[in-house]
């Protein structure tokens, strides 16, 4: 069977249009500067002897244009790299404009001091960084619709089910932006090759390797294989080089993920230990600070829609507006959470009765037409406005404002043992899960991106969560 074609690369023409759309974009800054100063006139006025034809500046505008397109290609900006986060994009952007027009600014100094204005500099570095942050948002946007369309993804095929194997796919599954789709893995464990590995297939043996290359779609393997199986690994790498497909290695030390590691110093001598995936001490008082302040705030602007909402509730369906249900919380400690009722008063009673209907994977229960849900309730979780209260669970410690999905304790009782490290931290109001799929994923899904979350957390990941989960919300994206 002939291989299809490989698959669009990450930015696809893009890459090489790139550059010249920002050469454009410098010269349109310097155009838009030039109208500033001498047009609009901000801040200081030009008396009409000082008033300097555009062509005058053709120099100027071509030095200013070379310096910026060096200096952004010296800092990478033009690199295809996966990884690259929009604020990555921005933050290049705005370093790479401030250097190209500060060493711009010193040639013209350099120049002579009768030079025309240096202020015309300060207004085209602040049009640049506005013209070239907005067309990173645009080119973001632009790529991320693709990729959830289906397009320019790179399949990925992945050489060992171990941990190591499973951190990969967990770090694809919460980064969808970066554009790859697994097809599968292959492992030569029997109690692997048989059975998925979460939600993927398992495909085989490493033997069976070139036939899975030839008869599907990859595009790059990621071998995740012990250091121990070197020279399978390297026989991998030749048949893969001979299929045309990228390979790529994942480093192992001696099969522990590296953000598990821990280096500590013995009188000269290194010492490595091993983590578990759990939030540090200044981790977790980052995050408490940041819960406790954004809550409070939150509470105090929410109250009026709390008290709508609370009424709408009454008025829809006999019963009380908050509904309480045990959680399970972090350290399997039990506690009450808070939302706004969204079924019937006997929903629970009911539960029975429905159990055959269940939709969802795992210990989880959900329907996507449940008969015990309000007109109101409807409303309410389509936009998550049933989770609001959970901000009194915030403030009183219990949870936390981005997190694993609170577990009820049913779920919990049927755990396989690596579930458990979901529960390692607070649980979350939002998190990895919804701005995911939210119902939409399945259950093992949903924890490998919790344990991803746990194992990589940084104030830049609650932001970015935080900056998905409002076009999450606001479109009822898998909510039911």
Known sequence: MTKPSASVPHLGPWHYLKPIVDIGLFVLAFLLAYWVRYGLQWFREVEPAYHVPLQVYVPSISLLTLALFLVHLLEGAYRAERGRTLLDELYTVFRSTLVAIALVIVIAFLAGPSYYSRLIFGYTGIAAIVLLGVARIVEHAVINARHRRGRGLERVLIVGAGEIGRSVMRAIMARPELGYRIVGFVDDDPERSGAPIGPYPCLGTTDDLPNVIRSMPVD?????????SHRKILQIVRNCRGSQVQVRIVPDLFQIALSSVVVDNLDGIPLLGVQEPRLKAWQRLFKRASDLVLASLGLVLLTPLFLILAIAIRL????????RQTRVGRGQRPFTCFKFRTMCADAEKRLDELRD?????????????????TRMGRFLRRFSLDELPQIWNVLRGEMSLIGPRPAIPAEVEAYEPWHTQRLEVPPGMTGLWQVSGRSDLTFDEMVLLDVY??????????????L???PTVLFGSGAY
């Open 220 to 228: 790059q393997v990621i071998i995740t294989l012990p250091w121990m």
């Open 316 to 323: 829809d369906s006999p019963g009380p507006a908050i509904f």
């Open 357 to 373: 209907r269940n939709e969802a994977s795992g210990p989880l229960f959900k329907i996507k037409d449940d008969p015990r849900r």
């Open 453 to 466: 979350y746990i194992e990589n957390w940084s104030p830049l990941m609650d932001l970015r969560i935080v």
């Open 468 to 470: 998905k989960t409002i």
